[in-house]
């Protein structure tokens, strides 16, 4: 199928390029193109781009921005964008810029500057390894790195506990280990994750268990490569009440002016029971809320 008409780089456009985790077989066709036809590309490391500018036969220049040029270098790309009406690239050096990196400022920037910006969708670590996981996918979070220490750390650890969605974050391996041991503490050795390691690579590997189990695994081993971890959220026990104890709520609700049904209505909600049965217990008490 052919390009859209309006598909080729517009000047004054930036343009967030995903690129592959590792296996230079998951670049896109589209990728290849935008790269080949921008004014400039804004690499996250130019010499790790550059082999796969090399690759891929495109000669378009580089210039790098990264963590720690990023304050500079943001009003240098938008110099290019708006007085030069050039079209420029932006990349990490793997899967999509401004997740988990210093791309997003630049993206924030531009947004704010009103320079259009249009994503070339690529692979992202997250979604390769969750979709992989074993574990639920239908509502998901992405925690990225955790805080290195501190009260910031112990907060996000104290909150991961408590997601009920499965969670997703990043950690390099001289990191691995201190981070499941943290995990362990503040959510408990039984709970299921899986590990993705050098993803798309030729070492790739997909590790699955608890988090207790994890750790006694990489303990035993030097972590080798960069990981995704993902972590199933918390379960949520629903309580079980007796029906003395439904009454007792029920006749405090009653007290506080509300009706049968919608009393009815919201322990059936808390508890899990059945609203109809709630709604019996509720007749043998009197509109005061007391046992009649």
Same mark, same amino acid.
């Given at each position: 199928m052919p390009p859209a008409p309006d598909s080729d780089p517009k000047p004054g456009?930036?343009?967030?390029?995903?690129?592959?985790?590792?296996?230079?077989?998951?670049?896109?066709?589209? +990728?290849?193109?935008?790269l080949q036809s921008v004014d400039l590309i804004a690499a996250e490391d130019t010499r790790h781009t550059g082999k796969l500018l090399q690759h891929f036969q495109i000669t378009t220049p580089q210039i790098s921005y990264h963590e720690h040029n990023r304050h500079s270098r943001i009003s240098e790309v938008l110099h290019h964008l708006q007085a030069r009406q050039q079209a420029v690239a932006l990349v990490s050096d793997a899967g999509m810029p401004g997740i988990s990196d210093p791309g997003y400022e630049l993206i924030a920037a531009c947004i704010e500057a009103q320079i259009p910006v249009i994503p070339i969708p690529g692979p992202t670590a997250a979604i390769t390894a969750l979709c992989v996981a074993g574990l639920p996918s239908d509502r998901f979070v992405f925690e990225g790195f955790l805080p290195l220490k501190g009260k910031e750390r112990t907060t996000r650890l104290e909150a991961i506990a408590q997601e009920s969605r499965t969670v997703i974050l990043y950690e390099a391996p001289h990191k691995l280990i201190k981070t499941l041991e943290d995990l362990v503490a503040a959510l408990g050795g039984d709970r299921p994750v899986t590990l993705g390691r050098e993803l798309t690579k030729r070492f790739e590997e997909f590790w699955r268990g608890t988090l207790a189990e994890a750790l006694a695994h990489y303990q035993s081993e +030097?972590?080798?490569?960069?990981?995704?971890?993902?972590?199933?959220? +918390?379960?949520?026990?629903?309580?079980?009440?007796?029906?003395?104890?439904?009454?007792?709520?029920?006749?405090?609700?009653?007290?506080?002016?509300?009706?049968? +049904?919608?009393?009815?209505?919201q322990l059936a909600k808390a508890t899990g029971q059945p609203k109809k049965t709630i709604y019996q217990l509720s007749l043998g008490i009197d509109s005061d809320g007391f046992l009649s």
């Open positions: 456009h930036l343009y967030v390029v995903g690129t592959p985790l590792g296996n230079l077989e998951d670049m896109t066709f589209r +990728a290849v193109r935008m +030097a972590p080798k490569g960069e990981f995704t971890v993902v972590i199933q959220g +918390a379960t949520r026990e629903t309580p079980v009440l007796s029906p003395e104890a439904i009454r007792a709520e029920l006749e405090q609700l009653l007290r506080q002016g509300m009706s049968r +049904a919608d009393a009815s209505r």
